[in-house]
């Protein structure tokens, strides 16, 4: 059973809620952190920090720090308001909350897949034009290729020396 930490600060603004979640001395890549519009979860084991937000927030711009010994969360509202409470009542039974956390997990794991999806089709992307972009090069190499070997009769005529790259190179600068 993990501790619940209890220890936290919240502020807000009328746009941007800041929750500030104390580590225990745990470091940074022990620490995940899962949050969605009305769900929040910071867990470094053994300790648990979760969040039923009291309304929806932007859960595409939101910023997550982790330093100083310190989880730092800025959470977008979705609309400019001062909220009564950080989170939503504690009369919700557990039922209750626990749905709210499955839907969120379950967003949260969506918008992962949708992430990973996505960075694979513009990893997709960017190789398809580099593979583009080395198949020009190579046709215009060839066609370089085919242009000097139709001169090579014309090269018969060149004396040894002018025939040696380096004397052509010495001639053009």
């Excluded at 470091?27 to 009305?38: E, Q």
């Excluded at 967003?107 to 992962?112: D, G």
Aim: charge should be positive; charged fraction near 30%; include cysteine.
């Amino acid at each position: 059973m993990p501790l619940v930490v209890m220890d936290y600060v919240w502020t807000q603004t009328e746009t941007t809620l800041y929750i500030n979640v104390p580590l225990k001395g745990t470091k940074a890549g022990k620490v995940d952190i899962v949050c969605t519009d009305d769900y929040l979860k910071v867990h470094f084991p053994p300790y648990l920090f979760e969040a039923f937000l009291f309304e929806p927030v932007d859960d595409d711009r939101i910023a997550v720090r982790v330093a100083n010994g310190c989880a730092v969360i800025t959470l977008p509202k979705r609309t400019n308001k001062v909220w009564e409470h950080l989170m939503i009542s504690t009369g919700k039974n557990n039922k209750e909350k626990m749905e709210i956390r499955q839907r969120a997990l379950l967003k949260y794991h969506e918008k992962l897949s949708s992430e990973s999806r996505n960075k694979a089709a513009k990893q997709q992307e960017e190789n398809k034009y580099a593979l583009e972009t080395v198949i020009k090069w190579l046709r215009k190499q060839a066609e370089t290729w085919r242009k000097v070997n139709v001169d090579v009769g014309e090269l018969k005529n060149l004396k040894e020396e002018e025939r040696n790259p380096y004397w052509l190179k010495d001639k053009g600068e």
